[in-house]
Structures are given as structure tokens and as C-alpha cells.
């Protein structure tokens, strides 16, 4: 039984020492050295002091030591909060000054870009360079040490691990909100471990399994290549990829037999000459609807690989997926709740909606979230208590609000209507208009700003920004949009910027109607257009 989520490693370290854990590029190591590097790095984490469940952010491409670093801070009592390798230098620095974070793990390129902003982190005492090229000084209050020398530095006392139990911190996860800046999701070893054994059971993972982690570790969905591959004793592989190719060469040279994508991402994959005898055993996808033509391509290109359709959402993990079995039966359904846990569709006052009725999706049991980092109001707005009745004995526990409209049929399966907010969902990203329009407003020439987000037929969503300038103002969307780059990483900077020859409608309330505007823009990407 593993009870915290390092457990996983040491617990094919005990079962199969041996066997082949983790692979990025030329690196191979099995479980037995994995585990060792884990528990290095804790040693290593603890002798630079870190403090039971102080945070530990790790910014790095996908390589050994991001894995390592992460597993390496549960297993010292610590939390780790991986950080996408996309964000720009002032989003980092606010994550980082946001949950208080004690040790950052980077790489000396990533830190030169970093380091005006440091020294802002004031809780920040620690940086571990990976690779060469670090200047290895100090960045105001900040020590900066080589990975070599911190987490294998000269021999001494071992400290003990900060005791950790199941329901403790382990991990924050960095997603965008409705409003203002990103929240960090609190997740705990028992939401951890709970997550990867329910996706484990249904995809019905194997210590035979090979599993590609495409996707950033800082997305949930990432994330969880490694911990379901951990938690059977299977193989995970590690790969930046630039091309869609770059992908199927991996699945080819590695025998890869489990991939997860978003739906942008399957829309190349799917024309791709793939192998008739190739390994893939399932597809999985979360982070946005498959639309139906990449799905049959798909399964045409890979008869044998089986077509998981899942949904979920940072603060729950993952919430249903649809079993391949029913795929033509109900191609539009999100499917039912995965195991050990519970799906409701409820009314605003908590009351059970009827068959075909619609009402949000509200999630209860392991994996439900412990809420949001430094941000009480909004967990109370998200997570409620619910009551059910078993046995006649009323049990009261935590559920999530996902924000998200959808229905349920006669035979319990859900189908997607719409999100209860302003959101946009492209590349499989969540991405706050608010966020978007801080930095359309950091140029001064704009009076008015709306970030929205555009059915397209590739990214789900494109964002498109509607922007009234000041009079005077000698600028252009081509000008609006250079201004964007250096501040927004490449999935939240807008597809199209328009400018308005007049000040943008309102709505009774006096605000932007952001409604009437997606309405008139709704078209912007069909046909040719996209």
C-alpha cells in the first residue's frame, strides 16, 4: 500500500529492483536507481533547510532531475510546485513570491532570465542550478548552488525526513482563474495517490506499460504519466517535443504503449503515417472535446490502441472518462465518474438535478483538492460541504464546484454543455481573460481591453483581444500584439488583436459585454478563416 505519493518508487524499488522506471533520451535508470536519486535529493533539500511542507518549485524542461526534484521534496516532507517551462520571468517570480517558496530547482539559462525578479521572492533562500553556465554567487539574499554539490555534496549526517502522513501536503499546481492572477490548487499525497490508482485501474495499467509524458509537468494531466507509471511499477518516458514527428519517432524507438495528448495536439497526430505493427495499447485525452473527425482518423491510423475520452479539472484531478466500448453509442458523452470517486449534477441550492436536466458538475471523494493556496474567498466560493445519507447516518465532507454546466441521461452518463464563467480553454490550457488584458493594458495606448475566447477549429478556443485606443494613440494590432510577446508565454498570447473604431458595448451593468462581443466574433475562425 502506498500512502504518500514518493511511496510508488520505493515501492517497485522493494518489488522490481531492476525494472526499467524512468527514460529521457540516453538516461535509463530502473527503479532501484531512481529511488536512490529521491532519496539524494531530499537529503540534499533537507541539508539546505528545507522545512516540513515548505514549498520547493521546480522550473525546468522535462529531464531527470525535474522528476527527481519533485519526488526528491514529498520525500523530504516538503512540497513541490512545478512551474511550466513557458511562463515568462514576472509570472514565475509571482508563483514563487505567491506560496512562499524556500528552494527553487532551475537551469543556469532559465535563471538569467529570472534574475531581476528574484530578489522580489523574499522568502526564497535557495537556488539549485542544473547543468553548467550558472554563475555561483548569490542573487541578493539568495544562495545560488550546483545540483552536483547540493544533492550530492560531501558526506555527513543524514537528517530524517519531516514526518508526512496521507491527508499532508504534497504538491501546488499553478492554474489559471476566472479572475486576476493564477491559483495554486493544493494537492495532498491521498489525492495524489488516490488519482493515479483510479486512472491505473480503468486504463488498466500494467508493470508492461510504457507511457510517454508529452504534456508539461506542471499540467495535472502531465503530471499524472509519471505517477500512474509509478504506481504499477511501469515505465515512464520523458520527451520535449517541437513537432508533432518528434512524438511518433518516441512512440516508435520507445515501444510506447500509453499516450496522452490534448485535442490540438491529436489534430497532428492524427494524419501522421503511423506503423501498422505499432505498440500504443490507448490514447487518452483531457484538457477539451476531441472533435469527432480527428477521433475516427485516429482510430483508422491505430485499430489496436484503445480511445479513452476523459475530463477533469485541477481541483478534482480527473472527474469521468468514457469507456472506448461506448464510443459509438455516445460519442458526445464526457462518460461516467472514474472509480472512487463521485460525479453529481446539482442544483445552485445543493438539491439532485433530474435525468436531462442541467446543473454543474460537483465532485466529492479522495480526490478532491484541498483547496486554493492563499486564497480563502475563492475556496469557499469552489469547495462546499456536502451531506449524504448512508446507512442513516449523515456524512458530511468537502466537494467541488466545477463551474462547468452539463446533463446526465437515464443510464448515468454526462454530457458537456457550457462553463458557468469567462474562462478560455485553448491548446488545452486554462488561460484568465483578465490575465491577458493586464498586459493589453500595460500599453499605455489602450483605453478599453476584452480578451475572449473564439471557437477555432485546432485550439478549441483561440483568444482574441478587442482593444479601444486612447485618442492620439499611434499604434496597431501588429504594434498591440509586440508588445504582448515578451510578457505572455505563447499559449495565452491572442490569435488576433481588433481594434475598435469605438468605445466597446456595455451590458445594464455598465460593464463590457463580453456576450454581445463573442457573438459577433464567433465565425472569425471558420473555413478559411482558420
Known amino acids: 500500500m502506498s500512502a504518500l505519493i514518493h511511496d510508488f518508487i520505493y515501492r517497485s ?23 536512490t536519486a529521491v532519496r539524494t535529493v531530499a537529503t540534499g533539500l533537507l541539508r539546505a533547510d528545507i522545512g516540513r511542507g515548505e514549498r520547493v518549485a521546480v522550473y525546468l524542461e522535462k529531464r531527470v532531475e525535474n522528476v527527481t526534484a519533485m519526488f526528491g521534496a514529498a520525500a523530504a516532507g516538503a512540497v513541490f510546485v512545478p512551474v511550466n517551462p513557458l511562463l515568462k520571468p514576472e509570472q514565475v517570480s509571482y508563483i514563487l513570491a505567491d506560496c512562499n517558496v524556500r528552494v527553487l530547482v532551475t537551469s543556469a539559462d532559465r535563471l538569467k532570465q529570472l534574475a531581476q525578479a528574484l530578489p522580489q521572492c523574499h522568502d526564497l533562500h535557495t537556488i539549485v542550478v542544473v547543468g553548467d553556465g550558472a554563475e555561483l554567487t548569490t542573487i541578493g539574499h539568495i544562495r545560488v548552488l550546483a545540483w552536483e554539490s547540493a544533492m550530492n555534496g560531501a558526506a555527513g549526517d543524514t537528517p530524517a525526513p519531516h514526518r508526512a502522513i496521507d491527508a499532508d501536503m504534497a504538491a501546488i499546481l499553478y492554474t489559471s482563474g476566472s479572475t486576476g492572477k493564477p491559483k ?3 494537492l495532498s499525497h491521498r489525492n495524489m495517490v488516490a488519482g493515479a490508482e483510479s486512472v491505473a485501474s480503468y486504463l488498466n495499467n500494467t508493470a508492461a506499460d510504457r507511457i510517454l509524458a508529452v504534456l508539461p509537468l506542471s499540467f495535472d494531466y502531465g503530471l499524472s504519466q509519471l505517477t500512474t507509471a509509478f504506481s504499477v511499477g511501469a515505465t515512464a518516458v520523458l520527451i520535449n517535443h517541437l513537432l508533432a514527428r518528434d512524438v511518433l519517432r518516441a512512440v516508435v524507438a520507445e515501444r510506447i504503449t500509453g499516450l496522452a495528448a490534448v485535442p490540438p495536439l491529436w489534430i497532428q497526430l492524427a494524419p501522421l503515417d503511423w506503423p501498422a505493427d505499432c505498440t500504443l495499447r490507448y490514447l ?11 477521433l475516427d482518423a485516429l482510430r483508422a491510423a491505430l485499430p489496436k490502441a484503445q480511445p479513452f475520452l476523459m475530463y477533469g479539472l485541477t481541483e478534482a484531478f480527473r472527474s469521468t472518462y468514457l469507456p472506448p466500448a461506448e464510443l459509438d453509442r455516445r460519442p458526445d458523452s464526457m462518460g461516467k465518474a472514474i472509480p472512487n470517486a463521485e460525479v453529481m449534477v446539482l442544483r445552485p441550492d445543493g438539491s439532485e438535478c433530474a435525468p436531462g436536466e442541467p446543473g454543474e458538475l460537483v465532485h466529492r471523494g479522495a480526490l478532491v483538492s484541498l483547496g486554493y493556496w492563499n486564497d480563502v474567498a475563492k475556496t469557499v466560493e469552489r469547495f462546499k460541504p456536502v451531506v449524504s445519507v448512508h446507512h442513516g447516518l449523515p456524512l458530511t465532507e468537502m466537494a467541488v464546484w466545477s463551474g462547468d454546466t452539463v446533463r446526465k441521461d437515464t443510464e448515468g452518463f454526462l454530457y458537456f454543455i457550457s462553463r458557468n464563467d469567462e474562462m478560455i480553454k485553448t491548446s488545452g490550457y486554462r488561460v484568465s481573460p483578465s490575465e491577458v488584458e493586464s498586459v493589453v493594458y500595460g500599453c499605455d495606448a489602450v483605453a478599453e481591453a476584452a480578451a475572449l475566447g473564439v471557437p477555432h477549429p485546432s485550439l478549441g478556443q483561440a483568444i482574441v483581444v478587442v482593444a479601444f485606443l486612447k485618442e492620439g494613440a499611434d499604434i496597431d ?12 508565454p505563447g499559449y495565452m498570447l491572442p490569435a488576433r488583436i481588433i481594434v475598435a473604431p469605438a468605445s466597446l458595448p456595455r451590458n445594464p451593468n455598465g ?7 463573442s457573438m459577433q466574433l464567433e465565425s472569425s475562425f471558420d473555413g478559411s478563416a482558420a
Not at 494590432?477 to 508588445?483: E, V
Open 511 to 517: 460593464k463590457i459585454d463580453r456576450k454581445l462581443l
Open 13 to 35: 524499488e522493494g518489488r522490481t529492483p531492476d525494472a526499467e522506471a524512468l527514460v529521457y533520451g540516453k538516461q535509463h535508470l530502473d527503479y532501484a536507481s531512481l529511488a
Open 284 to 294: 487518452t485525452n483531457s484538457g477539451g472535446a476531441m472533435q469527432r473527425p480527428t
Open 477 to 488: 494590432a501588429a504594434g498591440l500584439l509586440a508588445a504582448c510577446k515578451p510578457h505572455l
Open 184 to 186: 495554486g490548487v493544493v
